[in-house]
């Protein structure tokens, strides 16, 4: 069996984990200003220079692992594997690069608006920071793309591919990650099962209200 270990979600007015309850407003209109001091364990190298889609992966990706329980360092590599999607892969990344080629030319135009132009380019990002060692790859599909990342990940737990699978969908504002791992007789700490997960996904809800459906269940959970 599949579980879900933690689920962490972030938009343009706040973040949080659903697994341990925790919800964050941001203050005022300082937006994700900050934020990477609050989310993240230890400095994240050139984070300045990731893209939009990149920094909301990141975030999304360590509120997931702060959700699950794991831990991670410069030193620690894991095998965990990541599969990500979004509405448009990379095709504002490539539009930007292209006009400030013909802007600049070819010797001239910016080499950190390429690095962006594939669509497996943010959860990388997070592979590096997070010392992934896992499979990595982006799925793209026309409509219910978060849940069939989430099955691809489960079919990848049961054919025991990695050991743990970080599973989500990127907008332009807002990402959302599930963690992903084998029953384990050791830690029954978990939110829900795959299919139960995929039940709610199907009926293919805006992130609002899939971080509310969730969130109802660890209320369930406590009771």
């Known amino acids: ?49 990731l893209d ?4 909301l992966t990141c975030y999304a990706i360590a509120l997931a692992l702060k959700d699950a329980g794991i831990d991670y360092s410069p030193e620690l590599k894991q095998d965990i594997g990541a599969i ?14 292209f006009k400030d080629y013909l802007d600049c030319g070819r010797t001239l135009a910016r080499g950190n608006l390429f690095i962006y132009t594939l669509p497996s380019s943010p959860l990388g990002e997070a592979a590096i920071h997070f010392g992934l060692q896992g499979p990595v790859f982006f799925s793209s599909a026309p409509k219910k793309s978060l849940l069939k990342v989430i099955t691809t990940a489960s079919e990848m737990l049961l054919s025991e591919e990695t050991t743990a699978m970080f599973a989500g969908m990127t907008g332009e504002n807002e990402a959302v990650y599930f963690t992903l791992m ?10 829900c099962d795959a299919d139960k997960a ?26």
């Open 84 to 97: 990500g999607a979004n509405d448009s892969g990379s095709l504002q990344a490539d539009i930007d690069y």
């Open 182 to 191: 084998r029953d384990n007789a050791a830690n029954k700490d978990f939110l």
């Open 52 to 55: 939009r889609i990149s920094k």
């Open 1 to 49: 069996m599949i579980n879900i270990y933690g689920i962490g979600w972030i938009d343009a007015k706040e973040y949080g984990c659903i697994a341990k309850g925790t919800r964050v407003a941001f203050e005022g209109d300082t937006g994700f200003g900050g934020l990477s001091k609050k989310v993240f364990s230890h400095p994240f190298k050139y984070f300045g220079r």
């Open 198 to 223: 995929r039940a709610i996904l199907s009926r293919d809800m805006p992130q609002d209200k899939l971080v509310k459906e969730f969130s109802s269940l660890r209320k369930g959970r406590d009771q």
